[in-house]
């Protein structure tokens, strides 16, 4: 059961966490990523002579390509030392033989991930918000946007999950950083299209799910999985909304507690 | 008197290796007790062990009589414990570190500004409070890990090697920290191959060897044990071969080493015969200006100890 002592110590860990994300400009550096890469659709049509989009939605669609990148990039930054490091440079020496829960210490660092992952994605809608305004008006900014904004949230959350999972149980924070955005970047997506040519629905990969961020918007998501030219030929599934906003809070949750219970079991030795 | 420590029959197995083979002992409070072993005896082990880093095989730790691997929460609020080397956060200044840390043990702002005052001022790091650590030195590291040690004020010190990485005038601070400690009526556990630091400050010891307590006692009656078979004799005059040969032949003398009028007489080790040759030697017209027992030092017994341990002669 907690008391409010824990609560105190969790809060405790998100501050000096999130100071630790700021003092190492991990947030500095994703929050420029941030910045310039929803500028690169709003700067590169007009230096190219070229039109931007007739929809605004196909705007952001197009902008938000590049959200899920972030979004690992960031988790992978902010989560992947969160408990690996404690152990690796031994400053869990110096914090575990003191009067607080471990839980209260991890559930503290995640909470400080997710945060900071949250602040970069709000930084880049922002920033595709404000372009929006300023190619086409205020009032396009439609509802679709938002929900892309939410279901990136929740993304970002089973994100950070995953990278927390691996933290629990690696050795050293470049091997857990590194697992944790290959395994998003690369080997979900594999996963991805080894079952779409196999026909089989990819629905409890969450890197499949993260599709919704743009699917609602229109077509112009940078990172649509597509059959292609070459000699396979595969069907493409789209996620559903709500099972994969169920597949995004599953591995948000799953991942989280399991990172938790191999974190509080890890030992000093 | 309650005990501020207890450890029953430990044992910490990592898989097919014992590191702690059923260890007991008490600690009294107010007690300064060192915690002596060659490397790889177990010492850290069982101090890990006391501040649930690690969690045993089989076995208890206690803290003021609360059960540490069942409820740290409780028993770690009067421990204040330096462990191996720790990593320090060096994005942080030593303010921010140990403001972080007095909020971990619930001291309020004032109470907590005060205290980083003091302890900083302790291990001499006062210009440094609002500097990054990370542009300290190994020692300067070193004596903020101290300082947050003692930050809370803990009524029981673990301490684990805590002279390691510090310079001589460092290691002279933190023997005479540990005195203050002393004074204070502070409960310690020390553990340190600094044998000087342990003698000087300790009331008991405690030797481990290969995961077992060897022996444990108080510093006097253990020095007490020891057989001092060494005594140092100063003549009046350089002495001569002949002079040499004459003493060689006293009855009792095993050996003798001589450097100009000085000799060292290896004997038994008995109380008769030292008081024997001492006769013998004036007996044969020698001028004997001093005769004394060599003292033995902590670190010839626990050489000696160790030595008998592994079977060396």
Redesign the interface.
């Known amino acids: 059961m907690a008391t409010a002592d824990d609560f105190k110590h969790m809060y405790l860990s998100v501050r000096f966490e999130l100071l630790k994300h700021f003092r190492r400009r991990r947030i500095l550096i994703t929050g420029v990523l941030a910045v310039l890469l929803p500028l690169i659709f709003y700067i590169v049509p007009p230096l190219l002579d070229q039109d931007y989009t007739d929809a605004a939605n196909d705007f952001a669609a197009s902008n938000l390509g590049f959200i899920t990148l972030l979004i690992i990039i960031s988790g992978a930054i902010f989560a992947g030392d969160s408990i690996s490091g404690e152990f690796e440079k031994k400053t869990g020496l110096l914090l575990f033989p003191t009067p607080q829960r471990k839980t209260s210490i991890f559930t503290g660092k995640y909470i400080a991930s997710v945060i900071a992952t949250w602040l970069i994605v709000a930084l880049f809608y922002l920033v595709t918000v404000i372009e929006i305004a300023s190619i086409y008006g205020v009032s396009e900014i439609s509802v679709e946007v938002i929900q892309s904004f939410l279901i990136a949230l929740l993304y970002s959350t089973s994100v950070i999950s995953v990278v927390f999972f691996f933290s629990s149980i690696m050795k050293r924070t470049i091997t857990s950083t590194l697992i944790g955005f290959f395994f998003l970047m690369m080997i979900l997506p594999i996963i991805t299209s080894v079952l779409m040519v196999a026909e089989v629905d990819p629905w409890f990969v969450v890197t499949h799910s993260a599709d919704l961020i743009t699917d609602g918007l229109g077509s112009g998501g940078g990172f649509v999985h597509g059959g292609g030219q070459g000699p396979i030929e595969f069907t493409i599934f789209e996620p559903d909304l709500y099972t994969g906003i169920g597949v995004m809070a599953a591995y948000a949750i799953i991942l989280f507690l399991i990172g938790l219970v191999f974190a509080n079991r890890r030992r000093m030795e | 008197m309650e005990n501020a420590i207890e450890v029953e029959k430990i044992v910490k197995r990592?898989g097919d290796f014992t590191a702690i083979n059923g260890v007991s002992f008490k600690i009294k409070k107010g007690e300064i007790v060192g915690y002596l072993g060659p490397n790889g005896a177990g010492k850290t082990t069982t101090i890990?062990l006391l501040?649930?880093?690690?969690?045993p095989t089989s076995g208890h730790a206690y803290i003021n009589g609360t059960d540490v691997n069942k409820n740290?929460?409780?028993?770690?609020?009067p421990?204040g414990?330096l462990?191996?080397?720790?990593?320090?956060?060096d994005?942080?200044t030593p303010h921010?570190m140990l403001t972080?840390?007095g909020?971990?043990?619930?001291m309020d702002k004032r109470e907590i500004n005060q205290r980083i005052k003091e302890v900083l001022g302790v291990v001499k790091l006062s210009d440094w409070e609002n500097k990054k650590i990370v542009s300290f030195s190994t020692g300067m590291q070193r004596r903020l890990?101290i300082a947050?040690t003692i930050l809370h004020d803990p009524e029981i010190l673990?301490l684990d090697e805590p002279a390691i990485g510090l310079d001589p005038k460092g290691i002279k601070d933190v023997r005479d920290l540990l005195k203050q400690f002393k004074s204070e009526g502070m409960t310690v556990l020390l553990s340190s191959h600094l044998l000087h630091e342990v003698s000087d400050t300790c009331d008991r010891v405690i030797f481990l060897d290969r995961g077992n307590v060897i022996t444990h006692g108080p510093i006097d009656e253990i020095m007490g044990r020891m057989v001092v078979e060494t005594i140092e004799v100063k003549f009046l005059n350089s002495l001569s071969k002949e002079d040499v040969k004459k003493i060689k032949d006293i009855e009792g003398i095993h050996n003798l080493e001589m450097d100009g009028n000085i000799i060292k007489i290896n004997f038994d080790g008995t109380s008769e015969t030292s008081s024997k040759i001492l006769i013998e030697l004036i007996g044969r017209g020698f001028k004997v200006i001093s005769y004394a027992p060599q003292k033995r030092e902590l670190e010839d017994f626990y050489v000696s100890i160790m030595n008998d341990e592994r079977g060396v002669i």
């Open positions: 990592f890990k501040t649930n880093l690690l969690t740290p929460t409780e028993a770690l609020v421990v414990a462990i191996e080397v720790p990593g320090i956060y994005y942080l921010e972080y840390f909020k971990i043990y619930k890990t947050n673990i």
